[in-house]
């Protein structure tokens, strides 16, 4: 049976800070440790996260990926230096991983690790999947594990990040360190079950643009022109901006159906740009010709109260059930860059307190990335500029 354990830090020094969380989340039994899972601001050395973790559990197998900032029973941080840690004992789960992923092979790779992990390991009921934020199609991520483990398997976890720029973001291995990896832990202890939702409260406005030629994930045009200056000029941006520039403000939103829209709490999914060449726009997802993508703007009072609707619905769907991990994947623009720390604290502290036992917050491994995973519909669904909740529970 799974056993699980976080803290968080924020150390100058990585092997120190890597040190602590072990500490702090484990004690002394550190050393049992079979799988760390690590998020880290993207000023450490991921090479040295890895060294210090392998030091520490030489046994453990160890995982890490890039973000803006973490969240966990301490509370949040957002600086350059965070480390977070979720720290697991027992043996029931699978391990996979690939390197030099992109938006053309996403398939192709994820359907790689899904058979590896099937061949490994015996009755896997959920996946934890970390993936590079930048160019990769997560539909096609997702479509390749339901080929292997059907819908029915739920896909829960995020895309990594840097500081929002869009420029690098890392992911680790065991003691390889990619730029453009992705990672899949199969867990498969039957005593497990697992909950997820996501949540934007971010508001479409004006007319939508027009997707008029794309490949894939790729746009070429909108509006029947240059994809990236038409999407920059929508946004008022000039013609040198970056995607640095764009993401804080250029959250685009795809309608959804009736049906999604009452269960989302919101009429639009949406999506991030975080990489262009040329005038091409690299989308998240795949995005046929015809696809409608409206601007967006956030509204404060809209996240909080579609948030306080999410951790309402999970809670009733718990039915009693006692959190015993929890996984959280979250917008790295809902945190400081545009939120007062204050109220991000206190978005944070209303998410988390409902699932207290006993006066403690259950382990819990949050980032600020690119991407969420979470269902919808009942189904596996890709969001973005999302808090989405992974509550593992027996």
Known sequence: MLEF????????????????????????????????????????????????????????????ASCCGVVGREGVSESM?????????????????????????????CLEMAKSLKEQQKGINMIYFLASGIDIDNDRCIAAFEEVFGSEIT????????????????????????????????????????????????????????????????????????????YINRLGLPSNASCGDSIPIGALGEKLSPELAAEYGNNHILRVVTKHEGNSIYYATTCPVGTELWLTTRDEELIFSEMDLMVECVKERLDGSQAVAVFHADCLARGRFLFDRIIKEELVNRMQYPFYSDGQCPPWLGMYGFGEFARLGNKNTFHNYTTALYILYR
């Open 5 to 64: 354990y976080s803290s968080t830090t924020r150390s100058i020094n990585t092997k120190r800070g890597v040190m602590e969380c072990m500490e702090i989340a484990m004690g002394n039994t550190y050393m049992e440790s079979d799988l760390l899972i690590f998020h880290a601001s993207i000023g450490h050395d991921f090479s040295e996260i890895i060294q210090q973790a392998k030091l520490m559990a030489p046994n453990a197998r160890i995982v890490a």
């Open 81 to 109: 230096k965070d480390i977070a840690l979720m720290g697991i004992k027992g043996k029931e789960f699978a391990l996979a991983n690939t390197n030099e992923i992109y938006g053309h092979n996403s398939y192709d790779k």
């Open 155 to 230: 896909i829960f976890g995020a895309t990594s990040s840097d500081n929002m720029k869009g420029f690098i973001n890392f992911q680790a291995v065991d003691d390889i360190v990619m730029e453009h990896g992705a990672y899949a832990i199969g867990f498969s202890d039957p005593t497990l079950k697992i909950d997820t939702q996501a949540t934007h409260g971010f508001v479409a406005i004006g007319e939508p643009l027009i997707v008029t030629k794309s490949k894939g994930h790729i746009i070429e045009e909108l509006n029947g022109k240059p994809a990236w200056q038409e």
